[in-house]
Structures are given as C-alpha cells and as structure tokens.
C-alpha cells in the first residue's frame, strides 16, 4: 500500500504547478455528463493485527473493471461524479510452509459491486487539459467469487470453494483518493470529456465473516489462519473514462462581431434606441 501511495503523491506534486499557473478567466464547462469507464485494479489484502499473515507476500496481481458515472459540475471548481463499478477485491500469495517443506499457493477473487460518491476538485488549465484530485467513499455488495488453495508434495492438495457468508463479508465500505486529467474535446456539435485517473484504495471493514469469527465456519487461509485481527481489502485502480455532455455545446460565433452589426438602423443611418 506504502507503493501506492508514493505513486498518488508523485503524481500529486506534478499536478502541482499546474495548478498554481491556473488561468481563472478560462472558461470551465458546468454541463452534466454521462460516461462510461473501463481500467485495471490491482487488489490485495491488508492483514491488520495479524504478523502472521501480514508477513506474507502478496504478488501484484492485475484484474479488470468497469462502470457508468455521471459527472455533476457544482461551481467551478468542484465536480461530483457518482458511479457504479463492477470490479474485484482479493489477494495471491505464495509461500513455502515450513513444517513440510511444501509450497503453498492461495488465491482469492471475490466479485463486487460498488457505489462510489467522488468530489473532484478540477483546475482548468485549457478544455483539453484539467488536472484533478479526488476523494470519495464507497460502498459495494459481494456478488461472488472463489478461492483456492494448493499445496505441492509430499502432501499434495488442490481445493477450491465458492465465496459466501461462510468466509467472506457481504457488504463492503471503504475511501479512497487519487490523481485524474480531465480532457474535453469538440466533435462537430458535441463534445466529449475523456477522463484519465489512478487512486488508491482502503477497505474500512473487516471482511473475514461472522461464521469464521464465530468458528462456525472452515477456516480456509495460509500458513497460520488465525481469525485475529482485521482482513481490509486494499488496491491500486488505473482508469479511462469516456463521457457526453447532456448539453450540446452552444456556438458563440456572433460573439466576435460588434453587436452593433445587428442592430437596425433608420433612413439617416443612425442606430435605433439612441
């Protein structure tokens, strides 16, 4: 997670003096939006409490996402863009178990489905180039998923289970915060906003079930599976929106002609209403 943060921060501060040189004269689109978004998240799990697991390491694993958002200008500077995002939460470690000498595997892959409330704070330095910070709170429902656990000889063993209240929260909540440039583009008499962003994220609640707390359940983990402390999903998303205003864009061609250019003038060629 410390990984991820640094990347947001980096980030952070090239966004930087960009938004120092901000033209406030530049004019800022205030039109709602509706989009589509499709990137990567790359998920894992913190073990808070628990050295045990905690200690594990966790490979970089890369899964798809989507949504449908819908950008809602509140000033201009402010923009609050709701969403719904389907993605995954889990983890994929490897390590030797020390007792056999075997090599143990294990995965997790839940599926989600979130509702994400996102305040973004946008700098227009031109249409096509808006830089952003975001913040936000999510909530998201399980719909699903596996994990598997295999171990090599001498004591082979393959299992793989479904995901469900036996071993895994069904509601999830959680923050998050990260970086984005917002580009809007004229095409004929529309426009389209694409919007680029990478934001790390926090899980708030335990995911380890109330079966498992309550020894109802198998416990299924690595190396020593305690029910201890707190299991937080965590993650890395990487994103490209793609959205149309619900406006089209208004010409402003007369604009650069004198109004009086369009006024009606008498028989001596004095304008009307002087």
């Given at each position: 997670m410390k990984k991820y943060l640094i990347i947001i921060l980096v980030l952070s501060a090239f966004c930087s003096p960009s938004f120092s040189q901000m033209d406030k004269k530049q004019p800022v689109d205030k039109t709602m939006a509706i989009g589509l978004k499709g990137g990567v998240n790359i998920p894992r799990m913190y073990y808070f409490q628990n050295?045990?697991?905690s200690r594990l390491p966790q490979a970089y694993t890369i899964t798809p996402m989507g949504g449908?958002?819908?950008?809602?200008p509140m000033g201009n500077v402010f923009l609050l863009s709701p969403e719904f995002v389907y993605l995954k939460r889990g983890t994929d470690i490897t390590y030797l178990h020390q007792p056999s000498g075997a090599t143990e595997h294990y995965t997790m892959s839940v599926h989600f489905v979130d509702f994400r409330l996102p305040l973004e704070a946008r700098w227009a330095i031109k249409p096509y180039l808006q830089p952003y910070l975001v913040v936000g709170a999510e909530v998201g429902m399980r719909l699903g998923g596996q994990i598997r656990l295999t171990r090599t000889a001498p004591n082979t063993f393959d299992e793989t289970i479904d995901v469900g209240d036996a071993?895994?929260?069904?509601i999830h909540?959680?923050?998050f915060a990260g970086v984005g440039l917002r580009s809007k583009i004229g095409i004929g008499s529309r426009d389209i906003v694409l919007k680029l962003s990478a934001s790390i994220h926090q899980g708030l609640l335990d995911t380890y079930s109330a079966k498992e707390i309550g020894g109802?359940?198998?416990?299924?983990?690595?190396n020593a599976y305690q029910i201890t402390g707190l299991r937080l999903p965590q993650g890395l998303e990487v994103c490209l929106g793609v959205a149309i205003p619900l406006e089209k864009h208004q010409d402003d061609a007369c604009a650069t002609f004198s109004h009086d250019r369009y006024r009606r003038r008498g028989k001596g060629g004095r304008l009307f209403g002087f």
């Open positions: 050295s045990a697991l449908l958002f819908l950008d809602i071993n895994m929260s069904l909540a959680g923050a109802n359940a198998s416990a299924h983990n690595v």
